[in-house]
């Protein structure tokens, strides 16, 4: 699952070795992402139901399903955790630079707002868009995965700082690792180690 404001093109490179080794592949564009209609994007609130859906799919189309692991980079790691807290056909989650906290990130990102405009301005998001801010939080939505997890993030990650990755691990119920980019930031965290950082995915996926 790729990022805010990406589309599924955007994995396609990065996807092929796991491909080559065996596993398929399913690219899928985020609603009001790429291809997909949909007015708002709300962080895993709607869109885990879209995941459960593209798994329907897959299954109504009697194809063999061994294990069945989701993978979302940033914001698109939200959806994969909130798709694995409400599907148990996933057998595993990995997040790369995801934020454990819509709310905290907001207030991160946008410091220079004075909390009362963003307050208002969040509860016009949360209107328009029929969700709410608070229950976007990946964290709160990790406590209920029972399934294998690895995070990964950048050390350098400025945007989403690594500690987003040190509160999405403590949330974790279940079996957890997590990988480090030592050099990567949010820019460059698909690149800076991409063979390593691939392989350390596959990896994972063989101890399922």
């Known amino acids: 699952l790729h990022s805010l404001g990406g589309n599924r093109q955007d994995l396609l490179d990065f996807a092929l070795q796991f491909q080559t080794q065996g596993f398929n592949v399913v690219l899928v564009d985020l609603r009001e992402h790429g291809e997909i209609g949909g007015e708002f994007f709300t962080y895993g609130d709607r869109e885990r139901a879209d995941m ?3 798994i329907d799919d897959w299954a109504g189309q009697n194809l063999p399903i061994d294990r069945l692991a989701i993978l979302g980079v940033s914001a698109g790691g939200t959806v994969a955790i909130a798709a694995a807290s409400h599907d148990a056909r996933i057998d595993a989650v990995i997040t790369i630079g995801t934020f454990a906290d819509l709310r905290a990130t907001i207030e991160q ?31 709160q939505f990790l406590r209920s995965v029972k ?7 950048g050390k350098r990650d400025t945007y ?18 997590w990988y480090v980019l030592e ?14 950082l691939r392989q350390r995915i596959i990896d994972f996926l063989n101890q399922l």
């Open 109 to 139: 990102q946008v410091w220079y707002i004075p909390g009362f405009w963003r307050d208002r301005l969040l509860a016009q998001a949360e209107r328009i868009g029929s969700f709410q801010v608070d229950q976007a939080s990946p964290r």
């Open 183 to 196: 050099n990567a930031n949010h820019d460059n965290m698909l690149w800076q180690e991409g063979p390593q």
């Open 160 to 177: 989403i700082p690594f500690s987003n990755a040190e509160q999405l691990y403590e949330a974790a119920p279940a079996s957890k690792q």
């Open 147 to 153: 399934v294998p997890t690895l995070i990964i993030h």
């Open 52 to 54: 459960t859906a593209v």
